[in-house]
């Protein structure tokens, strides 16, 4: 079983930046795909950013230049640097970690005001 924990959500104005963080209950070194994804209040749960297992990564076309995923394996831990934030990326943010079976956390709120 792996455990997800992700923080660093909050309030933060138009144009600002946040650093949210997925750390992992043990090494996601190895097989696993780790991916940040979001929900907005009425709407699906999208794909933001992909780190494949392989070393490549995929971002949504709507972050693209602006966000960055990073991982840190010594700490077990995903980073999404999110930069030049607008509001329409307010949503519940949630880390998400895949192998054979899916694994994901409780989500961390990101609002961005106008």
């Known amino acids: 079983q792996l455990r997800l924990v992700e923080s660093g959500g909050g309030l933060v104005q138009t144009g600002g930046s946040l650093r949210l963080a997925c750390a992992a209950s043990r090494s996601i070194l190895g097989d696993y795909s780790m991916g940040w994804y979001r929900q907005a209040p009425g709407k699906q749960r999208e794909l933001v950013a992909l780190?494949?297992?392989?070393?490549?990564?995929n971002y949504a076309d709507s972050v693209k230049g602006r966000f960055t995923v990073s991982r840190d394996n010594a700490k077990n831990t995903v980073y999404l640097q999110m930069n030049s934030l607008k509001p329409e990326d307010t949503a519940v943010y949630y880390c998400n970690a895949r192998t054979v079976s899916t694994y994901w956390g409780q989500g961390t709120q990101v609002t961005v005001s106008s």
């Open positions: 780190w494949h297992s392989g070393g490549s990564t």
